[in-house]
């Protein structure tokens, strides 16, 4: 039995037209399982830190500054994949299978390529990589070895990021947070085995906490892929006549580079930051780490409503809807504002709470807690910032998030953190400031231009 569109009717989820019936509703529906999903994923890296944190100032300062450094790369890889998710949920929308499917086939031909070059770097270019970042020789010593396994490890996770991401995209998000709370628990579970030593296995200290998460990559990964070639999910994938087809291929790339190069600007910049937060000394390094995991937990709810605004939105233009597609972006800012003050309500009381989960060293959580405190004067506009990017992306249209995310990091953040943070009063909470006033920035052009709507006749 088919369903509306011709997909396989596999219950209400599976067979549901996304472009008719409650915007509401179907935002929501979409948006509980990525936020679970998303929340999943975050549990794990975040798990990773705290035990990774118990070996010291070191190992936790090694380990966060390479996290950045590995999502450069995964940023790289989720920008290519952006493209895949425009042209799926653009032909689902349309009701066109097979060219759905052709775009699934390619996206596995750009993460298998991209995969294989990025592991490369990491066996050869680890520990160069953060010798230039200009930190301590034992920092570089702990990182290196999380950097180069988390590197090698990208194989592995290109499979599972290019399967979720074609899922998401047709409209099925259940299956996607399945895979998330599988494969996360798995890690989560073997973690601290491998970090410590425990029971019959070997201690590997940074090593095991980067392995482990590439073990359950692997395992989340073949039961994606799995799922997404039996036809257990909305678009069912077929390798069936096959072949390299350079019109999708340039089709994916051309939008996914934009939000590639806006991913590679954002996290480039993070190691930027870093740079200018070297001198303060370690607990400065290791309190900005652990303020970007903390960060991630805003960025989480917020993304996944943008991601499914993006879904429902690249679906309506699709299907020729481009106001419907308006009113679910505006509709994603004012759920996730809601969020976002909330959050920053929270931050002001128990800031120092927060950090001490990852360290309680009074010397980074004084640090840290500041930190925090300093960035609620942005946290109640991220909500709009990432809520109308991710959607902006999700509909195709990804050259003015490149462009908005270069002015305002490179040129407003970046130049004021290094200036205020030469000012004797401010010190290392200049870089934060520098930060605060990028992302005000940001959210103005951002409005703006989703205001304009010139988006609407983005064609992919």
């Keep these: 039995m088919r369903g509306a569109g011709g997909y396989p009717s596999r219950g209400t989820a599976l067979k549901r037209d996304w472009t008719k019936g409650s915007i509401i509703g179907n935002l929501w529906s979409l948006y509980w399982p990525m936020l679970i999903s998303n929340t999943i994923n975050m549990v794990g890296p975040t798990i990773d830190m705290i035990w990774v944190g118990r070996l010291g100032a070191a190992s936790i300062a090694g380990v966060g500054v390479s996290a950045i450094a590995v999502m450069v790369v995964t940023s790289l890889m989720t920008g290519l994949f952006t493209g895949?998710?425009?042209?799926?949920?653009?032909?689902?929308?349309?009701?066109?299978?097979?060219?759905?499917?052709?775009?699934?086939?390619?996206?596995?031909?750009?993460?298998?390529?991209?995969?294989?070059?990025?592991a490369i770097i990491g066996i050869f270019f680890s520990k160069p990589i953060l010798t230039l970042l200009g930190v301590e020789a034992d920092v570089?010593?702990?990182?290196?070895?999380?950097?180069?396994?988390?590197?090698v490890g990208m194989v592995t996770m290109s499979s599972l990021s290019?399967?979720?991401?074609?899922?998401?995209?047709?409209?099925?998000?259940?299956?996607?947070?399945?895979?998330?709370?599988?494969?996360?628990?798995?890690?989560?579970?073997?973690?601290?085995?491998?970090?410590?030593?425990?029971?019959?296995?070997?201690?590997?200290?940074?090593?095991?906490a980067a392995l482990s998460s590439?073990?359950?990559?692997?395992?989340?990964?073949?039961?994606?892929?799995?799922?997404?070639?039996?036809?257990?999910?909305?678009?069912?994938?077929?390798?069936?006549?096959?072949?390299?087809?350079?019109?999708?291929i340039w089709r994916t790339v051309k939008i996914g580079i934009p939000a590639s190069v806006t991913n590679m600007e954002r996290n480039f910049a993070d190691l930027v930051l870093v740079r200018f937060t070297v001198p303060f000394g370690t607990f400065?390094?290791?309190?900005?780490?652990?303020?970007?995991?903390?960060?991630?937990?805003?960025?989480?709810?917020?993304?996944?409503?943008?991601?499914?605004?993006?879904?429902?939105?690249?679906?309506?233009?699709?299907?020729?809807?481009?106001?419907?597609?308006a009113r679910t972006g505006w509709l994603a800012v004012g759920l996730s504002t809601g969020l976002t003050v909330i959050w920053s309500v929270a931050v002001w009381f128990w800031a120092e709470h927060l950090v001490r989960i990852?360290?309680?060293?009074?010397?980074l959580v004084e640090i840290a807690s500041t930190f925090l405190k300093i960035q609620i004067a942005s946290y109640v506009l991220w909500g709009m910032v990432i809520a109308l990017s991710m959607c902006l992306n999700g509909i195709g249209d990804t050259m003015i998030t490149m462009l908005t995310n270069l002015t305002t990091m490179w040129g407003v953040a970046i130049v004021l953190a290094y200036f205020l943070s030469q000012v004797p009063s401010l010190g290392v909470y200049g870089?934060?400031?520098?930060?605060?006033?990028?992302?005000?920035?940001?959210?103005?052009?951002?409005?703006?231009?989703?205001?304009?709507?010139?988006?609407?006749?983005?064609?992919v």
Excluded at 140 to 151: D, F, K, N, S, W
Aim: with cysteine; hydrophobic share 50%; glycine share 12%.
């Design 358 to 363: 990852f360290n309680a060293e009074p010397g």
């Design 431 to 459: 870089i934060r400031w520098g930060i605060v006033t990028g992302i005000v920035v940001r959210a103005v052009i951002y409005s703006t231009y989703f205001k304009m709507g010139r988006w609407k006749h983005k064609k």
């Design 140 to 151: 570089v010593t702990e990182g290196a070895a999380y950097m180069r396994i988390q590197l």
């Design 214 to 248: 590439v073990i359950s990559q692997s395992l989340g990964g073949g039961i994606g892929l799995w799922i997404l070639f039996s036809g257990r999910t909305r678009l069912s994938v077929t390798l069936r006549n096959f072949r390299l087809d350079r019109s999708i």
């Design 284 to 325: 400065a390094v290791a309190a900005h780490s652990v303020v970007q995991r903390i960060d991630q937990f805003v960025q989480m709810p917020c993304g996944g409503l943008g991601m499914a605004a993006g879904v429902l939105g690249g679906q309506n233009l699709g299907a020729n809807q481009p106001e419907r597609a």
């Design 162 to 208: 290019v399967a979720q991401s074609i899922m998401q995209a047709s409209g099925d998000t259940l299956t996607p947070m399945k895979i998330s709370i599988g494969y996360r628990l798995f890690h989560v579970a073997l973690c601290p085995f491998l970090v410590f030593g425990w029971w019959v296995f070997p201690r590997l200290g940074v090593s095991g």
């Design 84 to 118: 895949t998710m425009a042209l799926v949920a653009r032909f689902v929308g349309a009701g066109d299978e097979k060219n759905a499917n052709r775009a699934a086939q390619q996206a596995f031909v750009v993460g298998i390529s991209f995969s294989i070059f990025m």
